[in-house]
């Protein structure tokens, strides 16, 4: 579904990115997993449009989309959900969802969207009424994978939807996303948690410094001895 090749990102006279790969397939969950300055959120925002690659190759569907607009990336089936979140904060949660739908694909009605992401999210349709500013830490994380999902996306980039969250509520953020698999949707998910990263994904990447050092199946990541040392302190 998705392909990119030798990614390459300059910010300013800085290269950040360096060569990167990485491919999601249709109905998978993949990880990019690493520090904090490795290099995931960039590569997820060249990926949605929002920064411009020095040389890259990104095919999504078998149709090229580097150097197209994010909104021309949303209409073609992509939703990326960025680290702050980024909610309407003195609208409701159901405002917040509705605009989520503003450049909603194919023939589902907005009020089936509201249905679906409700079912995944039931606190959300109890804080329907509330103001975003008003929900716990987790709740308006809820609230902004779920707006992720109104634009019915094909493949949903989530980035460190664990952070600041409590284990219970990251325990609840990851079978969500597991369930969205379940549905046929494909995941990209940049996240420093790495035990539930790799724990949920089908496959991974390792990013360090800017480059990919490292891929394979989450489990057998898990299990990795470098990994186990590097990111998990064991």
């Known amino acids: 579904m998705l392909e990119l090749k030798n990614v390459n990102v300059l910010r300013g006279n800085i290269q950040v990115l360096w060569d ?61 959900v960025p680290e702050d979140r980024k909610l309407f904060a003195h609208m409701t949660v159901r405002e917040n969802l509705l605009l989520g739908a503003y450049n909603s694909r194919g023939n589902i009605s907005k ?44 493949l949903l980039m989530l980035d460190e939807p664990s952070q600041g969250l409590a284990p219970k509520i990251i325990i609840e953020i990851f079978e969500v996303i597991k369930r969205l698999r379940e549905r046929g949707l494909s995941v990209l998910v940049a996240e420093q948690n790495v035990y539930y990263a790799l724990k949920a994904a089908d496959r991974a990447y390792v990013m360090e410094t800017g480059k990919v050092t490292l891929q394979g199946e989450g489990e057998k990541l898990l299990k990795n001895k470098y990994v186990k040392e590097a990111f998990l302190g064991l």
Request: charged share 20%; proline share 5%.
């Open 20 to 80: 990167v790969s990485v491919t999601v397939k249709k109905g998978e969950i993949v990880s990019l997993i690493g520090a904090n300055g490795a290099g995931k959120t960039t590569l997820l925002s060249a990926i949605a449009g929002l920064l411009k690659p020095s040389s890259c190759m990104i095919i999504f569907n078998g149709k090229k989309i580097d150097g197209l607009p994010p909104y021309k990336i949303v209409n073609m089936g992509i939703s990326f």
């Open 111 to 154: 009020e089936d969207m509201l249905g679906t992401v409700y079912q995944l999210f039931p606190i959300l349709k109890e804080r329907e009424n509330q103001l975003a500013i008003t929900l716990s830490g987790g709740e308006q994380r809820m609230l902004a994978v779920a707006r992720g999902l109104m634009s019915n996306p094909e």
